[in-house]
């Protein structure tokens, strides 16, 4: 299994541009989840899915869209980048009946 | 909403010392999780606890889910260089739905 991955791993992006952060997993996870993590903040919850068809903002999901189009796939869109965005995102699935979640490697975005 | 608060924000140890951290809440969990971030890494999941007052180890770490369920604590025994990372606390949402995660504790340690 690869588990959990993101693309890109690196990312500049121009303000107002749009681009989409992708996050698959091969686990059959119904739960999956996007964090921005900024320094001394923590990981702060974007939005998140329980399932096929189903997401619901986190904490922090201004400037954010994600659908669940498949069990598989759980694309984070930003439509106007923002500086503020400038962060890493981290996408993470867990199995249905247990907390215990597992993390993609990360895509660091820088927008100028 | 749910908050997580961990202390100490970072940590500065020498070698084969023993380390404690802990996570409180003003809310009540019925599940701690522990993680470790490595630098450019993802988080990685370390120990889980699911009833109160449980202990459980991992080699090294050990971890406490609080009496009250509003604190947990994790501990690291005879710190090592690749010990080096940022851990947090984690619980689930009040709907269950997802994790939050507390801003972390930053372990470093030198040889």
């Known amino acids: 299994n690869a588990g959990v991955t993101q693309t890109p791993k690196f990312q500049v992006l121009k303000t107002g541009q749009s681009m989409t952060l992708q996050c698959a997993q091969d686990m059959n996870h119904e739960y999956m989840s996007w964090y921005r993590q900024d320094p001394g903040m923590g990981l702060r919850l974007i939005h998140y899915?329980?399932?096929?068809?189903?997401?619901d903002q986190g904490e922090v999901p201004n400037g954010y869209n994600v659908s669940r189009s498949t069990t598989e796939d759980f694309p984070l869109r930003l439509l106007s980048a923002a500086p503020s965005q400038t962060s890493v995102y981290f996408c993470a699935s867990r199995q249905s009946g247990t907390y215990e979640q597992y993390f993609g490697p990360g895509t660091r975005l820088t927008v100028t | 909403g749910q908050q997580l608060n961990q202390s100490p924000q970072s940590m500065f140890i020498q070698e084969g010392e023993d380390v404690s951290m802990n996570c409180t809440s003003s809310?009540?969990?019925?599940?701690w999780l522990w993680y470790k971030q490595d630098p450019g890494e993802g988080p990685v999941l370390l120990i889980a606890?699911?009833?109160?007052?449980e202990l459980t180890s991992n080699g090294r770490l050990t971890a406490q889910f609080g009496i009250t369920r509003k604190d947990s604590f994790l501990n690291i025994s005879a710190s090592i260089p690749s010990d080096v990372g940022i851990y947090f606390c984690?619980?689930?949402?009040?709907?269950?739905?997802?994790?939050?995660f507390g801003k972390g504790t930053t372990l470093s340690v030198s040889s």
């Open positions: 809310s009540i969990f019925n599940t």
């Open positions: 899915s329980v399932g096929a068809g189903i997401t």
């Open positions: 606890l699911y009833k109160a007052g």
């Open positions: 984690a619980g689930p949402n009040q709907a269950g739905t997802a994790l939050i």
